[in-house]
């Protein structure tokens, strides 16, 4: 027996009063569970396109974010190597000039960068942070000083041209060997360079400035 039939005997068993309040109450239910249906429905659209929004907002406000960070990596080469320090660095030494102490003054103001390097027209390094973003001291004189990178692609871009050279991020030979210098995982290692020739007063080529992204410290703006 169908549910509509059984529903209909149920009735006719039943006195007029009762019929009455049965059907006054079918009848009620029902547009209430349209009703119900619609606003669920309206309400389910309404959640989901707000979710979609706020996820598309989020999107954009991420990449905005990613291109606010590249854009002051790409300036902060780019003045830097134009600095009376760094042309001084590459032709005295980093002693001399105390190019030593004004890259860890960076490292730890701008908390941006694993490693800040000034190298001379050959990719010798001649002068390198000692201390991270903390302050605390690392065996960067050891592992770079005095070595050349010369042959690097980065270098040779940025020795040659006239503009800020970004790498892909990647992982970097440096950051590789301080990374198991210091014990932490290789992940440590992937990054980005950001390099810019440092000329002199005529436009000559005197060396190259190099800052090596910490990539944490990114992670840590984008949350």
């Known amino acids: ?113 694993r490693l800040l390097l000034i190298l001379n027209a050959d990719g010798v390094c001649v002068t390198v942070n000692t201390v991270n973003h903390n302050g605390k001291m690392m065996p960067t004189n050891r592992l770079f000083l005095s070595r050349n990178v010369g042959e690097a692609s980065w270098f040779q871009e940025a020795l040659r041209g006239k503009r800020v050279v970004a790498t892909d991020w990647g992982k970097i030979p440096q950051l590789e060997q301080l990374a198991a210098e210091l014990g932490q995982p290789q992940t440590a290692a992937f990054s980005m360079i950001f390099a810019s020739a440092i000329r002199d007063d005529n436009g000559g080529v005197l060396g190259v400035w190099a800052n090596v992204l910490d990539w944490k410290s990114v992670q840590e703006l984008l949350q």
């Open 1 to 113: 027996m169908s549910l509509f039939a059984r529903f209909y005997h149920y009735l006719s068993t039943r006195s007029l009063t009762r019929k009455f309040m049965l059907l006054l109450l079918v009848f009620s239910l029902v547009p209430l569970a349209i009703v119900g249906y619609m606003a669920y429905s309206t309400a389910s659209n309404a959640l989901r396109n707000d979710v979609e929004e706020k996820l598309l907002q989020l999107n954009v406000n991420t990449v905005n974010t990613i291109d606010r960070i590249l854009f002051e990596r790409f300036q902060d080469a780019r003045v830097w190597s134009m600095l009376e320090i760094a042309k001084s660095a590459t032709e005295t030494g980093s002693g001399a000039t105390g190019a030593t102490e004004f890259v860890n003054r960076l490292a730890r103001q701008y908390r941006m960068y």
